[in-house]
């Protein structure tokens, strides 16, 4: 059974027949990256050596064994320690999004708010930060990471409280800053990113199970790198914060802590070659790649010609739309860079800078603008895909555009250009059956786009 709305795909003729391959190219992308398989392929147990990725480890070395972590993956990845691991789990918290929560029988999951941070994560990372400061030299702590790790591990610095937090974060998305550059000013006001978390659980072994959502798998930002050296300054979060033109807009506390880091009268985050990271392993189990092959090998499957472009895919998402369908154009009319059928793939994340009052997301937005580049083109159809099921505030993970959707869409009376000046790409794709509507797929690996051409 598909995992998606079938309102999607169960259309007659040649119009049903493509949208049901479609489906089948994204359904194996998000089975490559399902965080329990993920898990299991990078952790088990033999008699009484656990071997990650490779490495042995003597569990009858260990008094206890603390499983800590957050990210929208969380769930199925504590059900994955738990099941390979079994009576060798002492306790565990792991805080996940609304919505994303499974049960497990030691770990704690603690469900909490995301992108904007809330009271329900404060305490969960509180109980996070409770448990790893019991950890001593004799203990493992198993930690996960996933997609949405940061706002979901949200434990301020002294003096910053959570409402500063969640005014900074709602004023950077707004202004359309990537989740690299949120990251790097986040970590710099947090108790557990930025290698923090790594510091907490000294002198425990650590081993840090990373289910990646940023482009280029870059530890120190996948989750504001909580058991990873940071790179990043109190300079570079100040500059980011200039460029943007928040300076001014910032909470006195924020304002406040960051210009204490910049005189150095507070810390920076901890840097490569700190003593706090030589017991620590950190493995990245999935990947944007790893969906995007796993999507390749489908579509050719299907009788596709298939390349993957590139998963460093960033910008404005109406923009990357306008180059998604002049791929699509050079496809129809010089069999470039495929011949027909084809099948382009590319990952990464974008971003949308807010002007309107709608709803939507970056997948959706993409996928208007998309639909309003390639109008009246026929046998083409361009596929953005937030690999965890919810793209930007919305329960789609993102929409389907083809030739046809303007003009369907103008027979129900919508105007595609006033819906994306207004940002609202959910009720455009909405009335015309087109949405992705997964319900959360408790995996996070960015998001992936499509383009087919038959």
Known sequence: MSRFDPRLYEREGQEGARRRQIVRVLEAALDAVDPYAAVCRYLRVEGDTLWVDQVAYDLGAFRHIYVVGAGKAGAPMAQAVEDVLGRWVTDGHVNVKYGHALPTRIVHIHEAGHPIPDEAGLQGALQIAELLQKAGADDLVI?????????LMTLPVEGVSLSDIKAL??????AGATINEINTIRKHLSRLKGGH???????????????SDVVGNPLDVIASG???????????AWELLRRYGLLEQLPPAVKEYLQRGLTGEVADTPKPGDPIFEHMQNVIVASNDLAARAAEEE???QGFHTLVLSTYVEGEAREIAKFQAALAKEVLASGRPLPRPACLISGGETTVTIRGRGKGGRNQEMALMAAIQIAGLPDVAI???ATDGTDGPTDASGALADGQTVARA??????????????DSYHFFQPLGDLLLTGPTNTNVNDLTFVFVW
Do not use: H, Q
């Not at 930690?143 to 706002?151: H, N, V």
């Open 143 to 151: 930690c996960l990471i996933s997609g949405g790790g940061s706002a």
């Open 226 to 236: 909580p058991t990873v050296p940071d790179t990043s300054t109190f300079a570079d």
């Open 299 to 301: 579509a050719r499957k």
């Open 169 to 174: 974060t709602d004023a950077l998305l707004r």
């Open 197 to 211: 978390l790594a510091r907490l659980a000294a002198p425990a072994r650590v081993i840090s199970l990373i289910l």
């Open 410 to 423: 103008r027979e129900l009376g919508l105007d595609p250009w006033a819906y994306l000046e207004d940002n």
């Open 383 to 385: 596929v953005p895909l």
